[in-house]
């Protein structure tokens, strides 16, 4: 089992950066696939970024590369979203995931969720 907490949300202009982290509990958080997604309201699930057990292998959402980085650090179990150029259009409530298994785009194909951090872009 692995629990999850995201934080680092918050509301900032446009143009502005955010770094989100995502802190997990028990041992075995370094064997774990984990990812960012994102809603909005009426929206579907989006895929963000995802990031190997060994941070060797990483992907992003077209629309967030350049602009986003996914990293972790497996010694204090937690996972990071930084997010540099934000737009009003990046505003939703983001999720940590994990999986215990190989990196997937799919939301459907994680276990663990946080309870999501509200991120909002003003123009």
């Known amino acids: 089992q692995v629990q999850l907490v995201e934080s680092g949300g918050g509301l900032v202009q446009a143009g502005g950066s955010l770094r989100l982290s995502c802190a997990a509990s028990?041992?075995?958080?370094?064997?774990?696939?984990m990812a960012w997604f994102r809603q909005t309201p009426g929206q579907e699930r989006e895929f963000v970024a995802y990031?190997?057990?060994?941070?060797?292998?990483?992907d992003y959402l077209d629309r967030v590369k350049g602009r986003f980085t996914i990293s972790r650090d497996n010694a204090k179990n937690t996972m990071y979203l930084q997010m540099n150029k934000l737009k009003p259009e990046d505003t939703a409530i983001y999720y940590c995931a994990a999986r215990n298994g190989v990196t997937r785009t799919s939301g459907d194909d994680y276990d663990f969720w946080g309870q999501g951090t509200q991120v909002t872009v003003s123009s």
């Open positions: 028990g041992r075995t958080f370094s064997s774990y696939a």
């Open positions: 990031i190997s057990w060994s941070s060797i292998s990483t």
